[in-house]
């Protein structure tokens, strides 16, 4: 069976004394290992090397003008080149793709917009060619996950600033590597996660840090979308075949990452354990032998991960690619004062108290027994919407990529690249949010055994208070 992960376990003899008890049995794999003291699988955590710095809250100088080359063409890369010619302030320089038709899709694109010409490359050491030019500022990511990593690496050490479609990386020992690699270059790494500039996220986040919820006591989040009608469309197979050799919730950072802003992770909270249960593979197995003619697939079905915080607060994950059901990218706070909900039905619930009165109509009244009505949960979106949101959002409406959300994301990388201000996503949100698909792998593996996250910032998770999207 093909498996990524290489697994030894070794088990000490039973060695009994007067109570009956035998000596526990020990695992150790190749970059982790069990703590008898924790009751947890921890992984090896490097020092910080000398010649690195931490990045956080780290501005980079400014830039006038965000020069960019986009990597990767195909289905999330051609749309990303169309947006970044709505963002103020861009020069698209340079084009690569494993196959030329994307390219040259691109390029035909820039010239019915009125743009000027991007250089284009092609083949396995295109992104080489595009990362080498002297006249690029940003590398924008948009290949297959597993190659995610070598480009953003080989862009950082050419002094390149990187973003990453999702998740940034696939394994933990490739998540030290883009932190060891930022550090040490100066250079941002910055993990593509759209929903959290989604319009509910964002409005929710103003409300938490206005203290609406009280203390947010638990989470939830998913990614649930049968990929049935899309397996065709990943180039040579790609998606499917990383599920076949691939454990765990492999995508989960959709759900997670507007979760750990709103629980200020390594802002003065920190993850910092997970179990995970996997169902076993029926639809997946079905599909990859029909399509690959394999006879064993390594994901499950469906995936449930339970988290624990630093601030003794639960987070609940869910992957689900495969069965029929209804899309579901669930969004979820329970707090103290109040609920918020996203995915299959979005709305609120308040204890009595918590909301202005001018945000009530005439007649309406707080039920914490159920959501509240349409147009008061209107009124609280407009009253709290996000300021990001209330500069640009008729314009990411328009523009569109996800309702809007892709654009939100784009115009901050870009204006923050512009003013010489910190990223709202920065390399350790990168690595915290795509370790768990390793993470909840290996607890799976082991019959759901807790394992530890790593804490990327090396201790300094609490140098930072709160979530800040900085402007000029």
């Known amino acids: ?7 030894v376990v070794l088990v000490v003899a039973l060695v009994f004394c007067g109570c009956g008890d035998a000596t526990p049995v020990i695992i150790k794999g190749e970059n982790y290992s069990f703590s008898a003291e924790s009751g947890m699988i921890h992984f ?20 006038d003008v965000v020069r960019v080359g986009f990597v990767g063409l195909g289905m999330r890369g051609r749309d990303a080149v169309s947006r970044f010619t709505h963002i103020e302030g861009v020069e698209i320089k340079a084009l690569a793709d494993l196959v030329q038709r994307n390219v040259d899709y691109c390029r035909g694109y820039l010239e ?23 006249d690029i500022d940003l590398v924008y990511i948009s290949t297959d996950w597993s190659s995610h990593v ?43 996660e759209n929903c959290v500039y989604d319009f509910f996220e964002l409005t929710t986040l103003n409300m938490v840090e206005q203290g609406l919820f009280g203390e947010i006591l638990h989470a939830e989040g998913a990614y649930i979308h049968n990929l049935t009608e899309y397996w065709d469309a990943y180039h040579d197979n790609w998606r499917l075949e990383f599920n076949s050799t691939h454990r765990g ?17 390594h802002r003065g909270n920190r993850l910092e354990y997970l179990v995970s249960m996997d169902t076993k593979s029926v639809n997946g197995l079905a599909i990859a032998r029909d399509r690959m003619g394999v006879t064993e697939f390594a994901n499950g079905d469906h995936t449930t991960t339970m988290i624990k915080t630093s601030r003794g607060q639960s987070i609940m994950l869910q992957h689900n690619v495969f069965t029929p059901r209804p899309y579901n990218r669930l969004y979820q706070l329970t707090g103290t004062h109040g609920f918020a909900n996203k995915y299959p039905i979005e709305g ?31 009124a609280i979106m407009e009253a709290y919407k996000h300021p990001i949101h209330r500069e640009i959002e008729d314009v990411a409406r328009r523009v569109g990529g996800h309702g809007g959300m892709d654009y939100v994301m784009d115009y901050r990388l870009v204006y923050c690249l512009r003013n ?15 370790s768990i698909g390793e993470l909840t792998a290996t607890s799976a593996k082991h019959n759901s055994m807790p394992v530890a996250i790593p804490d990327f910032t090396r201790g300094e998770w609490n140098r930072l208070t709160g979530v800040t999207f900085h402007t000029k």
């Not at 707080?366 to 509240?372: A, G, S």
Request: charged residues 20%.
């Open 44 to 63: 090896d955590e490097p020092q910080r090397a000398a010649n690195q710095q931490s990045m956080l809250g780290y501005a980079a100088a400014p830039l």
């Open 420 to 434: 010489g201000l910190p990223l709202d996503q920065d390399v350790y949100d990168a690595a915290e949010w795509s």
């Open 348 to 378: 609120f619930t308040f204890v009595e108290g918590v909301l202005p009165a001018e945000l009530l109509s005439e007649g309406a009244y707080v039920d914490q027994h159920n959501f509240l009505a349409e147009d008061v949960k209107a």
């Open 150 to 192: 070598p480009i953003a690496l080989y862009a950082m050490e050419q002094g390149k600033h990187v973003a990453i479609e999702v998740p940034a990386a696939t394994s933990v020992k490739e998540c030290w590597q883009l932190v060891d690699m930022s550090e040490r270059t100066r250079c941002h790494c910055m993990m593509l």
């Open 112 to 134: 019915s917009v009125g743009w000027p010409q991007a250089e284009g490359y092609v083949g396995e050491e295109a992104y080489k060619e595009l990362c080498r030019r002297d």
């Open 249 to 265: 919730d492999v995508y989960a950072t959709h759900g997670l990452g507007p979760i750990c802003m709103a629980l200020d992770i």
């Open 1 to 7: 069976m093909r498996n990524i992960y290489t697994f």
